[in-house]
């Protein structure tokens, strides 16, 4: 039986990959981006009627049956990373701020110290592959607990030591948003661990989001600190995330 996971990603692949109409959606200034763009809240709300506050299929450890394959950056060049990883994260501290009662400053000691959470899912990227791994990490509501987050926050965005792509003002770091609904569901962690060790620097050391309801891009590697706020506008192109801002949905619901 096909699971609802598998018919969206298998219908959006076969729409794109069979469709001229499409080409060129990706522009800044493409009709259908913005069409899509337009649509983006309906599907938002319809997909979050669908699935509620249900969790995301969890599996055994017999279905861990390959390594989990890296998304993204799998080994950034800063020079703050650098200078951490090769003191094994000791000095890693993760920065908690914006609107917050209060701000945190989180050692990976602090962060294993809170009580975890270990799940088995599959991760599914938009490129078309998945791996299914066992991840452990603090539940991000227990951490934003901590903080204590305003009345007015709405967003949790996510800033991460990998650069991207250097523009004319400088390198552009990876960044990413979810809302406070993803932010606070029991499954949305800040992993430390992958598959019973300590997680791999190509999966994104020392700490990187889990949010399993969404699709791979969503899910923040190498991240250094945590910003809640009102408003996207701000950040990047004011879509919410780094690739939101190039054509990609803010919400990638699966």
Same mark, same amino acid.
């Given at each position: 039986?096909?699971?609802?996971?598998?018919?969206?990603?298998?219908?959006?692949?076969? @729409?794109?990959?069979?469709?001229?109409?499409?080409? /060129?959606?990706?522009?800044?200034?493409?009709?259908?981006?913005? *069409?899509?763009?337009?649509?983006?809240?309906?599907?938002?709300?319809?997909?979050? &009627?669908?699935?509620?506050?249900?969790?995301?299929?969890?599996?055994?450890?017999?279905?861990?049956?390959?390594?989990?394959? #890296? +998304?993204?950056?799998?080994?950034?060049?800063?020079?703050?990373?650098?200078?951490? &990883?090769? +003191?094994?994260?000791? $000095?890693?501290?993760?920065?908690?701020?914006?609107?917050? $009662?209060?701000?945190?400053? *989180?050692? *990976?000691?602090?962060?294993?110290?809170? #009580?975890?959470?270990?799940?088995?899912?599959?991760?599914?990227?938009?490129?078309?592959?998945?791996?299914?791994?066992?991840?452990?990490?603090?539940?991000? /509501?227990?951490?934003?607990?901590?903080? /204590? #987050?305003?009345?007015?926050?709405?967003?949790?965005?996510?800033?991460?030591?990998?650069?991207?792509?250097?523009?004319?003002?400088?390198?552009?770091?990876?960044?990413?948003?979810? $809302?406070?609904?993803?932010?606070?569901?029991?499954?949305?962690?800040?992993?430390?661990?992958? +598959? /019973?060790?300590?997680?791999?620097?190509? +999966?994104? @050391?020392?700490?990187?989001?889990?949010?399993?309801?969404?699709?791979?891009?969503?899910? &923040?590697?190498?991240?250094?600190?945590?910003?809640?706020?009102?408003?996207? &506008?701000?950040?990047?192109?004011?879509?919410?995330?780094?690739?939101?801002?190039?054509?990609?949905?803010?919400?990638?619901?699966?």
């Amino acid at each position: 039986m096909i699971d609802r996971r598998q018919f969206l990603l298998g219908g959006a692949a076969l @729409a794109l990959s069979g469709c001229k109409v499409f080409d /060129g959606a990706g522009a800044s200034d493409s009709a259908l981006r913005k *069409l899509f763009a337009s649509h983006e809240g309906l599907t938002q709300s319809a997909q979050r &009627a669908l699935i509620g506050d249900r969790l995301a299929p969890e599996f055994s450890e017999t279905d861990i049956r390959q390594g989990m394959r #890296p +998304n993204g950056s799998t080994d950034p060049a800063s020079r703050d990373y650098r200078g951490l &990883a090769a +003191n094994g994260f000791h $000095d890693y501290r993760l920065t908690v701020t914006g609107l917050v $009662d209060r701000p945190q400053s *989180l050692s *990976l000691t602090d962060l294993t110290a809170l #009580p975890p959470r270990t799940q088995i899912t599959r991760h599914d990227c938009v490129e078309g592959w998945s791996c299914i791994a066992k991840w452990q990490g603090a539940p991000l /509501g227990t951490v934003l607990t901590l903080a /204590g #987050p305003k009345p007015t926050a709405r967003y949790v965005v996510f800033h991460c030591f990998d650069a991207i792509e250097r523009s004319l003002s400088g390198e552009v770091f990876y960044y990413e948003s979810i $809302d406070l609904i993803d932010a606070f569901h029991p499954q949305t962690i800040l992993a430390y661990a992958m +598959n /019973g060790a300590a997680l791999p620097v190509a +999966n994104g @050391a020392p700490l990187r989001l889990r949010v399993e309801r969404q699709l791979g891009y969503k899910m &923040a590697k190498y991240v250094h600190t945590i910003a809640l706020t009102d408003s996207l &506008a701000s950040l990047g192109y004011g879509k919410g995330s780094y690739w939101a801002d190039r054509g990609y949905e803010w919400y990638a619901g699966i």
